[in-house]
């Protein structure tokens, strides 16, 4: 099904039950949240009218996975026990208005700068509100992280000058061999809500999973967007593996997980907000258009992305991303990114008309 703003597709198992029954909040069992940066800034308006409107009306609980700014969105529908609104309206102000300094001589800021300009701005929004996150009534947060690896020479174990270009060099060359090579780099690390675990078999990719807790919340939410070379690794979060911890969207970063387990649930169906039809893996993977198709683990996942038409009506004709930080004056950059998150009140208003249908024809995913 096509609008003028959103598109819709799903995979077999989720286009039959749309078209039995239309999309149905009872339905949903798992919301999956993408890394890639400012792009993530489009889905504000469908998080707010998801989170505050459409998902209430059912009571199951539901299962919230996120790498990157998929992790601080789904942290942020998290923190919001009763108002939605407010708080997605502060992480985008956040987002939109971040700015860092550059050092003469220098065309970007230094990634010990902005991570710890990046981590005030997560203190200012979660800290002391570490334990609303944790006991949403019905909201379970999942946060994935990418963990340097001690096997081998263990280049990415701990961050350093020479070493840390050195492995992502080599996981590079790994992952263009085979995906799962990746794994001899680095490890998916997943911080779960301790209450239940994500209910996803995580074989595909070498994986640990530790609970989230109050005294890791915000160093998890850190290290999950901390991009190599942008920012700092973080290193020996509490309650997990010591080593360091980057960018949850490395090894994960469309979270093209395997989600069928959830079929046999009375909530057997993914809904994805994302900001393209595409599911890519990981962030190595970018370039290889073959790992960008649709695979069985997406049997019963519903995907919501923009259509083209819309896109082109943006500033720029495309969408927010992390060039704009050196292509744009901030003003303009500022500008372009303000109205992209209001015009992503387009997207919501599909959206809201869509799950009034009894019957709902997705295109193949």
Known sequence: ???????????????????????????????????????????????????????????????????????????????????????????????????YDVLPGEKRPRPEGVSQRFGEILGEIFQGRETEVLTHPRLR????????????????????????????????????????????????????????RLPLKLSDFTTREVHLSRANLRTALLASCSIPFWLKAQHDLPGAPRGAYWDGGITDYHLHLDYRALQASGAPLVLYPHFQRQVVPGWLDKALKHRHRSTAFLDNVVLLCPSPEWIASLP??????????????????????????????????????????????????
């Open 1 to 99: 099904m096509t609008s003028a703003a959103l598109q819709v597709f799903a995979g077999p198992a989720a286009r039959a039950r749309l078209a039995e029954r239309g999309l149905r909040a009872e339905d949903v069992g798992l919301i999956p949240a993408a890394a890639g940066g400012p792009k993530g800034l489009i889905l504000n308006g469908l998080d707010r009218h998801v989170f505050g409107h459409w998902l209430p009306q059912s009571r199951q609980t539901v299962h919230l996975v996120g790498a990157s700014i998929g992790a601080w969105r789904m942290a942020t529908a998290a923190l919001a026990h009763r108002d939605v609104g407010p708080a997605f309206d502060a992480m985008a102000q956040a987002y939109v208005t971040q700015e």
């Open 316 to 365: 720029g004709a495309k969408l927010p991303d992390r060039n704009d930080f050196m292509t744009l004056d901030a003003d303009e950059r500022r500008r372009r990114w303000h109205v992209a998150v209001a015009q992503s009140q387009r997207l919501a208003d599909d959206f809201a008309a869509l799950a009034q249908r009894d019957s709902v024809l997705a295109l193949p995913l």
């Open 141 to 196: 947060l999942h946060i994935v992280t990418s963990r340097g690896q001690n096997k081998g020479m263990g280049l990415l174990a701990r961050e350093g000058r020479l070493r840390t270009p050195l492995g992502y060099l080599g996981a590079f060359a790994a992952n263009a061999v085979s995906r799962p090579l990746l794994g001899r780099f680095l490890e998916r690390v997943v911080f779960s809500d301790p209450r239940e």
